[in-house]
């Protein structure tokens, strides 16, 4: 182990293992790991080997025993979205990005809502995977109706092979496993069903459930039922 320092501006002090340079702390306060030139605060490299360059682990068991890793920009002020707080590179395109006001880009360093997601090199697709048999898949939209009650608006896969679109926990419209659209009903039309069947062949099938409610279509104009 070998240390080196110096006094004039620019000096440093480095840390050696068998006359390789390990470690080196720059006048200016920055610290490089692996090499000898810092461009940032903290700096390590790493070019062989298939180990993580940076190995950061909390294994206390407790849920008090707090983040592994916290990364803040304090002094900014809550809400400015001038550069990412945390971001990661592949060489110099910013892959992923945590902006300032909470805003998060994946392939955008500019997003402008609360995830942004851009390819401009292919399809951009977002996708929402479940393993394992009879597991299904969704994605929830939660809002807030005038009264401010909270809403839930939900897509989600079925174990039958459909797309089901529900909201709250109401099931409203679905898509079953042959292509069919369903709208009121899980199943397709048949004699007893309420509902809208919307099939493949074009055909457009409505049904009731009582032989009372005989209405099937009605036909508005700007001066009311036709």
Known sequence: LNLS????NGASMTFEVFNTERMRFFVSGDVCICTSSANNTFTVNKDTGSTPTVYINNSGPSITEGVALKVQASGRGTG???????????????????????????????????????????????????????????????????SNTSVAYIIQTETDGALSFSKDTAERM????????????????GTGTEGVQ????????????????????????????V
Request: glycine fraction near 10%; proline fraction near 3%.
């Open 5 to 8: 320092s110096g006094r004039d």
């Open 80 to 146: 400015v979205a001038d550069v990412s707080i945390f971001s990661v590179h592949n060489n110099t395109a910013e892959l992923f990005s945590v902006r300032n006001d909470g805003r998060v880009g994946i392939g955008y360093a500019a997003p402008t809502a609360k995830l942004h997601v851009l390819d401009d090199s292919a399809p951009c697709a977002l996708t929402v995977q479940s393993l394992g048999a009879n597991n299904t898949a969704a994605l929830k939209l939660l809002g807030r109706d005038p």
């Open 174 to 189: 679905r898509i079953d496993s042959s292509g069919n659209l369903l709208v009121g009903t899980t199943t397709t039309v």
């Open 198 to 225: 919307i099939a493949t062949n074009g055909s457009i099938i409505t049904g009731r459930n009582q032989t009372s409610d005989q209405t099937h279509h009605v036909f508005k104009n700007p001066n009311g039922t």
